[in-house]
């Protein structure tokens, strides 16, 4: 596929030892995660236009952050999260800004939320996101590789609920997790001696034998054992895990999860290089994509807190110019309509008072007519009083005031507006009358009825009617 031009709101990036880099899209089409050979062939693909993210995720090694077990009074994660800000020189001797923080559920006892706290030192963050800026990229969600191989497991293996011991084997190092009921509860990182990689495995094999032991003997359970990563690696340690269970007498649940697909990435050509030796890196990848293209992870987000709260000062001012840009747009329209509308019906009672005024003199029923044609004038005269009455409500109407009904009415002293609205103050209601007293056509606004009516959430707002007669200038 020459010359693609790929675009995704998603993208999740992993940088193996040797230098290649691991890319996966949120694309239905994309084929799992492309291999690039290294940051600049990635660097020059995303300069000349061949591949654009709205949002980038990269993981941080495990063995770059200080993990600590929390519990608090929250009700979830988010509140959690926040709580957490004020305990972080608790749980390390550093200052808050010195370090940056994300969090994941270990479930709830006796009305607290157990945490997994996840703590980065900056100073290492921006030496870690160094060979990313390289490539262009400014990543919009950070986490620790082990939420995001955990994620990747959980969400493609068919397990029942319970506990497994999820194993991504690579070829210089192993990754041990031990998951809880869904919720990860440790993550270690082993690496493997090249110079005798089978021996390496092996005594891994070992470890995750012991390491089930435990798990039984603390919790009483029986964890299954779960698989992934390079293929060489993990025939081997599932064969010694086989055979030492059965030397033993045990019976051990061993199953084999697939690892994303890849596919290397030359150039323009999505369908050359090297992709051998990279499963670890990939599933990281994929996991990650996971993580921040789904669903919102903010708590555990591991990028700085007044990053992201730039990040969405940013998105709520280019939604709040949005709505402004497509509410302007919509009284623009609106008044056109209803403009184009009077003109046409207005040529077509100039149209019919023409062709009968020759006869107007001679018929005796072509005087009743014209009479009605000058109804039917006067009627279309006011046609636009409701766009002019639309487009002074977006103008003078207050922020806090939103309506829900609109409603015009003929009366004995002209057209009647009736309102049914919203504020978030009984004050702001009763205020409207002044903030619009500039208006043209609706001045004169009168409150009938206001009642404060309480949401939820424990807010309240202010629902009010009022009306006011529109005097057709």
Same mark, same amino acid.
């Given at each position: 596929?020459?010359?693609?031009?790929?675009?995704?709101?998603?993208?999740?990036?992993?940088?193996?030892? +040797?230098?290649?880099?691991?890319?996966?899209?949120?694309?239905?089409?994309?084929?799992?995660?492309?291999?690039?050979?290294?940051?600049?062939?990635?660097?020059?693909?995303?300069?000349?236009?061949?591949?654009?993210?709205? %949002?980038?995720?990269?993981?941080?090694?495990?063995?770059?952050?200080?993990?600590?077990?929390?519990?608090?009074?929250?009700?979830?994660?988010?509140?959690?999260?926040?709580?957490?800000?004020?305990?972080?020189?608790?749980?390390?001797?550093?200052?808050?800004?010195?370090?940056?923080?994300?969090?994941?559920?270990?479930?709830? $006892? /006796?009305?607290?939320?157990?945490?997994? @706290?996840?703590?980065?030192?900056?100073?290492?963050?921006?030496? *870690?996101?160094?060979?990313?800026?390289?490539?262009?990229?400014?990543?919009? %969600?950070?986490?620790?590789?082990?939420?995001?191989? *955990?994620?990747?497991?959980?969400?493609?293996? $068919?397990?029942?609920?319970?506990?497994?011991?999820?194993?991504?084997?690579?070829?210089?190092?192993?990754?041990?997790?031990? +998951?809880?009921?869904?919720?990860? #509860?440790?993550?270690?990182? *082993?690496?493997?001696?090249?110079?005798?990689?089978?021996?390496?495995?092996?005594?891994?094999?070992?470890?995750?034998?012991?390491?089930?032991? &435990? #798990?039984?003997?603390?919790?009483?359970?029986?964890?299954?054992?779960?698989?992934?990563?390079?293929?060489?690696?993990?025939?081997?340690?599932?064969?010694?895990?086989?055979?030492?269970?059965?030397?033993?007498?045990? /019976?051990?649940?061993?199953?084999?999860?697939?690892?994303?697909?890849?596919?290397?990435?030359?150039?323009?050509?999505?369908?050359?290089?090297?992709?051998?030796?990279?499963?670890?890196?990939?599933?990281?990848?994929?996991?990650?994509? %996971?993580?921040?293209?789904?669903?919102?992870?903010?708590?555990?987000?591991?990028?700085?807190?007044?990053?992201?709260?730039?990040?969405?000062?940013?998105? @709520?001012?280019?939604?709040?110019?949005?709505?402004?840009?497509?509410? %302007?747009?919509?009284?623009?329209?609106?008044?056109?309509?209803?403009?184009?509308?009077?003109?046409?019906?207005?040529?077509?009672?100039?149209?019919? /008072?023409?062709?009968?005024?020759?006869?107007?003199?001679?018929?005796?029923?072509?005087?009743?007519?014209?009479?009605?044609?000058?109804?039917?004038?006067?009627?279309?005269?006011?046609?636009?009083?409701?766009?002019?009455?639309?487009?002074?409500?977006?103008?003078?109407?207050?922020?806090?005031?939103?309506?829900?009904?609109?409603?015009?009415? *003929?009366?004995?002293?002209?057209?009647?507006?009736?309102?049914?609205?919203?504020?978030?103050?009984? $004050?702001?209601?009763?205020?409207?009358?002044?903030?619009?007293?500039? &208006?043209?056509?609706?001045?004169?606004?009168?409150?009938?009825?206001?009642?404060?009516?309480?949401?939820?959430?424990?807010? $309240?707002?202010?629902?009010?009617?009022?009306?006011?007669?529109?005097?057709?200038?």
């Amino acid at each position: 596929m020459k010359g693609m031009k790929i675009k995704t709101s998603w993208a999740s990036v992993s940088m193996a030892d +040797d230098g290649r880099v691991l890319v996966c899209l949120r694309r239905e089409d994309a084929p799992g995660c492309l291999c690039f050979p290294s940051v600049d062939s990635l660097r020059q693909t995303i300069e000349a236009g061949l591949l654009a993210a709205g %949002g980038w995720a990269l993981a941080v090694p495990r063995d770059l952050c200080i993990v600590k077990n929390l519990s608090l009074p929250a009700e979830g994660m988010s509140e959690a999260a926040t709580m957490v800000e004020f305990e972080i020189t608790s749980l390390v001797p550093l200052s808050l800004e010195q370090v940056t923080y994300g969090c994941t559920s270990l479930g709830s $006892s /006796e009305r607290l939320l157990n945490l997994l @706290v996840w703590i980065l030192k900056r100073d290492t963050l921006e030496n *870690h996101l160094q060979p990313y800026r390289t490539a262009g990229i400014e990543p919009k %969600g950070i986490a620790p590789d082990a939420v995001a191989v *955990h994620h990747w497991l959980t969400s493609s293996a $068919s397990q029942k609920a319970g506990s497994t011991i999820c194993v991504l084997a690579g070829r210089s190092r192993i990754m041990v997790l031990t +998951d809880v009921e869904g919720e990860l #509860h440790d993550a270690r990182i *082993h690496s493997l001696a090249q110079e005798d990689a089978e021996s390496s495995l092996d005594g891994m094999a070992l470890e995750i034998l012991r390491l089930r032991q &435990a #798990h039984v003997s603390e919790r009483q359970t029986e964890p299954a054992i779960l698989l992934t990563g390079e293929e060489t690696s993990v025939t081997r340690i599932q064969e010694q895990l086989q055979r030492t269970a059965q030397a033993g007498g045990l /019976e051990v649940t061993v199953g084999v999860a697939a690892s994303p697909p890849i596919v290397g990435w030359s150039g323009r050509n999505q369908e050359a290089g090297n992709i051998e030796g990279i499963r670890y890196e990939a599933t990281v990848a994929a996991g990650l994509l %996971g993580l921040f293209s789904v669903s919102k992870r903010q708590p555990l987000n591991l990028l700085p807190r007044e990053r992201m709260r730039r990040q969405q000062r940013r998105a @709520v001012m280019l939604q709040h110019f949005q709505q402004v840009g497509t509410g %302007g747009l919509l009284v623009l329209l609106a008044w056109a309509c209803l403009a184009a509308t009077n003109w046409r019906l207005a040529r077509k009672a100039d149209l019919i /008072e023409s062709e009968i005024a020759p006869i107007r003199q001679i018929a005796g029923t072509v005087d009743s007519k014209y009479q009605c044609v000058k109804a039917i004038q006067r009627q279309l005269a006011g046609r636009d009083l409701f766009g002019r009455i639309i487009q002074e409500l977006y103008e003078y109407t207050p922020e806090p005031i939103s309506f829900c009904e609109l409603r015009l009415s *003929h009366g004995q002293t002209g057209v009647i507006l009736d309102l049914r609205g919203q504020a978030d103050m009984l $004050s702001t209601a009763f205020e409207y009358t002044e903030a619009v007293r500039q &208006a043209q056509w609706i001045r004169g606004i009168q409150i009938v009825n206001a009642q404060q009516i309480p949401q939820p959430s424990g807010d $309240s707002v202010v629902d009010f009617k009022a009306n006011c007669a529109i005097q057709d200038k």
